[in-house]
């Protein structure tokens, strides 16, 4: 083996210890009042909610997603495009914060999506997963019409080695902050995914949002 490849191989080890056990992330989304804190929920008309018949069918990819193109190297998350709904955003990567939070973008750029580093990059085999706002003082922000999408809807993510990762969307549920199902959200199918997450569902000012939107998605494409 060369010494290029050793190098390559201590990298993904060294990523690999870093990558947060999801039983962690599903508890810090159970105990905590919100994944991204920051929804103002301060609007006429909130966010568009999921439709019931758009809820994950735990059997999808048997059919449509049998021909799954082979997983992708690690490379980090660049932008995020979800044309449907006319989202188009550069990447930032985020972490846990200092409280065991997941971390979001700043939430004065209405316009910009965080890639959770502690998970695989979109692309890789396992469950890649893309946070952002649903709004902010001044208004809408990146994900605010998440939960308009539809099966069949496309996520596409630039990474920086020049591959475009194209996820097909699956299911798109709202899911209180209380009984946040972690497993189900994050556990690897075995094949590249995606879930995409905002704020969403009921709204206080004592408490932001009650809810977090998930967009289920598994890779289709690579361009």
């Not at 999921?50 to 069918?57: F, G, Q, S």
């Not at 469950?127 to 809408?140: Q, S």
């Not at 969307?169 to 879930?195: C, M, N, Q």
Request: aromatic letters at 8%; a neutral charge.
């Amino acid at each position: 083996m060369s010494a290029s490849e050793l190098s390559e191989l201590a990298e993904e080890e060294e990523r690999q210890k870093k990558r947060a056990p999801w039983g962690v992330i599903a508890l810090v989304l159970l105990t905590g009042l919100a994944l991204i804190r920051n929804g103002s929920g301060e609007f006429d008309v909130g966010p568009p909610q999921p439709a019931t018949a758009a809820a994950a069918d735990a059997r999808t990819g048997v059919g449509t997603f049998a021909k799954a193109p082979a997983p992708l190297a690690y490379s980090v998350a660049d932008r995020v495009r979800i044309p449907a709904i006319r989202v188009d955003a550069p990447i930032m990567p985020v972490g846990l914060d200092a409280d065991g939070w997941v971390g979001a973008p700043p939430p004065e750029d209405p316009n910009l999506a965080g890639w959770f580093t502690g998970a695989v990059s979109p692309g890789e085999k396992g469950t890649a997963v893309v946070v952002g706002h649903v709004d902010n003082k001044m208004g809408p922000a990146v994900f605010y019409g998440l939960g308009a999408l539809k099966k069949g809807n496309r996520v596409e993510v630039e990474r920086k080695d020049g591959k475009t990762a194209v996820f097909e969307i699956y299911g798109i549920e709202v899911f209180e902050k209380k009984d946040f199902p972690g497993d189900r959200v994050y556990a690897s199918k075995g094949t590249p995914e995606l879930r995409v997450i905002t704020c969403g569902g009921g709204f206080s000012k004592q408490n932001g949002y009650d809810g977090n939107v998930v967009v289920f998605a598994r890779l289709v494409e690579v361009r």
